[in-house]
Antibody, heavy 117, light 110 residues
Framework: QVQLVQSGAEVKKPGASVKVSCKAS????????MHWVRQAPGQGLEWMGR????????NSAQKFQGRVTMTRDTSISTIYMELSSLRSDDTAMYYC??????????WGQGTLVTVSS | QSALTQPPSVSGSPGQSVTISCTGT?????????VSWYQQPPGTAPKLIIF???NRPSGVPDRFSGSKSGNTASLTISGLQSEDEADYYC??????????FGGGTKLTVL
């Protein structure tokens, strides 16, 4: 069965960087685009960007361009999302999700990133 | 501000039906069937419940149905049950390969 397992919660200071991982299993890792979506406390879902696990090619929302780096390691079926220059409003739950056709069919359990001095 | 507009909240009693609307401003919305819906109970990750406007993934009860007319998509939940209490989000996959989400609707089962 498809599983996406994310890394644990992080607490970071303003200005620091955070790197979240998402390990995939139960399917061919390189066969599906993966996306990152975040959710601030009490707020809605916000798309951050995507990675093609086959080529490593990425696209990100304009809001995050220059601050987000998405990578993958095919040897361990894992994708990563690194967000730099953290601010307090980056405090959120970060989700990875698998794209199938035009929808996100499987989601990770989420990684809580707290930015606080 | 979300590109997709949803009502902040809806409510209904057990056994009743509720409909959540999702209105888009993008020309993508009316042109493509790339609308999906996600259910998010408190403290959990979103779960896909409707894809391509009206299709249900395996395991999703047929009480959940979707439709679209013009620039408005709708999610209808019939025979409300207490476990349906959750936040619901519509989403559109755009022609530029990005996602836009609605602001979310909180469903309360009275």
């Amino acid at each position: 069965q498809v599983q996406l397992v994310q890394s644990g919660a992080e607490v970071k200071k303003p200005g620091a960087s955070v790197k979240v991982s998402c390990k995939a299993s139960g399917y061919i890792f390189t066969g599906y685009y993966m996306h990152w979506v975040r959710q601030a406390p009490g707020q809605g879902l916000e798309w951050m960007g995507r990675i093609n696990p086959n080529t490593g090619g990425t696209n990100s929302a304009q809001k995050f361009q220059g601050r987000v780096t998405m990578t993958r390691d095919t040897s361990i079926s894992t994708i990563y999302m690194e967000l730099s220059s953290l601010r307090s409003d980056d405090t959120a739950m970060y989700y990875c999700a698998r794209k199938l056709d035009f929808y996100l069919d499987y989601w990770g359990q989420g990684t809580l990133v707290t930015v606080s001095s | 501000q979300s590109a997709l507009t949803q009502p902040p909240s809806v409510s209904g009693s057990p056994g009743q039906s509720v409909t959540i609307s999702c209105t888009g401003t993008s020309s993508d919305f009316g042109s493509y069937d790339r609308v999906s819906w996600y259910q998010q109970p408190p403290g959990t990750a979103p779960k896909l419940i409707i894809f391509e406007v009206s299709n249900r993934p395996s395991g999703v009860p047929d009480r959940f149905s979707g439709s679209k007319s013009g620039n408005t998509a709708s999610l209808t939940i019939s025979g409300l049950q207490s476990e349906d209490e959750a936040d619901y989000y519509c989403s559109l996959y755009t022609s530029t390969s990005t996602w836009v989400f609605g602001g979310g609707t909180k469903l309360t089962v009275l």
